[in-house]
């Protein structure tokens, strides 16, 4: 049950990054020459409010998985799986691909947290 948890709170983290990408897509130039205006273009945009709903209520699911599984585990699990799913996710929807220098990281890092996992 702590995993199904880990993945909830996981898969809440991908799609609120995902919807707050795609919220900000359209005023980035702002945030370089006139900052103001992108804080409260940002502040008004439908996509950032739903990545915001939807992070807390992952963070909500999180305050179940820590009182049931070790902090440390919990968030390299977490942490190994999103960054495998935000790589791809990101390279399907935003076309941001990575090397395949990046991609062995990626596999290295879920490498390692499957062996802290299992213990």
Request: without cysteine; neutral net charge; hydrophobic residues 65%.
């Given at each position: 049950?702590?995993?199904?948890?880990?993945?909830?709170?996981?898969?809440?983290?991908?799609?609120?990054?995902?919807?707050?990408?795609?919220?900000?897509?359209?005023?980035?130039?702002?945030?370089?020459?006139?900052?103001?205006?992108?804080?409260?273009?940002?502040?008004?945009?439908?996509?950032?409010?739903?990545?915001?709903?939807?992070?807390?209520?992952?963070?909500?699911?999180?305050?179940?998985?820590?009182?049931?599984?070790?902090?440390?585990?919990?968030?390299?699990?977490?942490?190994?799986?999103?960054y495998?799913?935000?790589?791809?996710?990101?390279?399907?929807?935003?076309?941001?691909?990575?090397?395949?220098?990046q991609?062995?990281?990626?596999?290295?890092?879920?490498?390692?947290?499957?062996?802290?996992?299992?213990?």
């Open positions: 049950m702590t995993y199904l948890l880990i993945l909830v709170t996981t898969l809440s983290t991908v799609g609120a990054q995902l919807l707050l990408k795609q919220g900000l897509r359209p005023i980035a130039a702002l945030a370089a020459s006139a900052r103001l205006d992108f804080l409260v273009a940002a502040v008004l945009s439908p996509w950032v409010w739903a990545a915001l709903v939807l992070q807390v209520l992952g963070y909500v699911v999180w305050f179940f998985v820590i009182t049931q599984e070790k902090l440390g585990i919990a968030f390299a699990v977490s942490g190994s799986f999103f495998l799913v935000m790589a791809l996710l990101s390279w399907v929807l935003f076309d941001e691909a990575l090397t395949p220098t991609w062995t990281g990626i596999a290295l890092i879920s490498a390692g947290v499957l062996a802290v996992a299992r213990g």
